[in-house]
């Protein structure tokens, strides 16, 4: 490789599981938000499979 620009060798997050993370965006009151961002900390950082529980046991 030249050192002419272009994605740097280990730069950047690594990945989680090998998996990719797409963005994805929707529209949402604040009050939305705000549960969807408590929601989120709960599956990247806590416990992921009680988040799927959860999700399973309210699907409507």
């Not at 730069?11 to 938000?33: S, V």
């Not at 969807?36 to 806590?46: C, P």
């Amino acid at each position: 490789m030249n050192g002419w620009g272009g994605k740097r060798e280990g730069a950047g997050r690594p990945k989680i599981d090998n998996q990719e993370r797409k963005q994805r965006q929707f529209r949402l009151t604040d009050e939305e938000c705000e549960l969807l961002r408590a929601f989120q900390q709960i599956l990247k950082y806590g416990d992921k499979q009680a988040a799927i529980d959860f999700v399973n046991q309210h699907k409507s």
